[in-house]
């Protein structure tokens, strides 16, 4: 079975342009979550998204949005790009919603979009 | 952002010896997670611990979610040159925001043949 895909694996952008990147869930996966990795640094959360609604938010700026489809892939959407942006976007699915009663489900991470900002 | 703090920061061993890893946290988590990332790749779930005291091993791993839930360790037996990679846990919180997972900055092993 396929893991979590993204797309594109690399990507750069000049300061002050805007970037969507994607993302395919685990087959049956309904939850998608989306982590900024800098260098030499642990991920940081960003969004989750179940059943297509927003289910958090990790402090990031409203340049930061993101959506979730039907098919529950996801779109990660940057604008106004800035140096700072330059990371490791890494997607993350589970099958469970993370809200009380959803169960703890783990998450399973695709290799990541490497954003480089000129 | 809220970091773990995951100690040591990096390891240079012999093939062969054991390692061991920790993770300790100002907040309670309900849920201790441990990954491992190779350059070019996201992170890949190694053990995940539910329950307070619990002790899980997966092959040479071994992880175990503290009595207080504020702290987690990974032992690795034996190791092997594939060990090599940088080790991170991640908690996640109690109560309704129990959907994110929060990361220590890593472990960098190294091993050397």
């Known amino acids: 079975d396929a893991g979590v895909t993204q797309s594109p694996t690399h990507l750069i952008k000049t300061r002050g342009q805007h970037v969507t990147l994607r993302c395919s869930p685990i087959?049956?996966?309904?939850?998608v979550s989306w982590y900024q990795q800098v260098l030499g640094q642990g991920p940081q959360f960003i969004f989750q998204?179940?059943?297509?609604?927003?289910?958090g938010r990790g402090n990031f700026p409203d340049r930061f949005s993101a959506r979730q489809f039907p098919n529950y892939s996801s779109e990660l959407n940057v604008n106004a790009l800035l140096l700072g942006d330059s990371a490791l976007y890494l997607c993350?699915?589970?099958?469970?919603?993370?809200?009380?009663?959803?169960?703890?489900?783990?998450?399973?991470f695709g290799d990541g979009t490497r954003l480089s900002i000129l | 952002g809220q970091q773990l703090n995951q100690s040591p920061q990096s390891m240079f061993i012999q093939e062969g010896e054991d390692v061991s890893m920790n993770c300790t946290s100002s907040?309670?988590?309900?849920?201790w997670l441990w990954y491992k990332q190779d350059p070019g790749e996201g992170p890949v779930l190694l053990i995940a611990?539910?329950?307070?005291?619990e002790l899980t091993s997966n092959g040479r791993l071994t992880a175990q979610f503290g009595i207080t839930r504020k702290d987690s360790f990974l032992n690795i037996s034996a190791s092997i040159p594939s060990d090599v990679g940088i080790y991170f846990c991640?908690?996640?919180?109690?109560?309704?925001?129990?959907?994110?997972?929060?990361f220590g900055k890593g472990t960098l092993l190294t091993v050397n043949p």
């Open positions: 611990l539910y329950k307070a005291g």
């Open positions: 907040s309670i988590f309900n849920t």
């Open positions: 991640a908690g996640r919180n109690s109560g309704g925001s129990n959907y994110k997972l929060t």
């Open positions: 087959s049956g996966h309904k939850s």
């Open positions: 998204y179940y059943e297509k609604e927003e289910r």
């Open positions: 993350a699915s589970s099958s469970g919603g993370g809200f009380l009663g959803a169960g703890n489900q783990p998450q399973h």
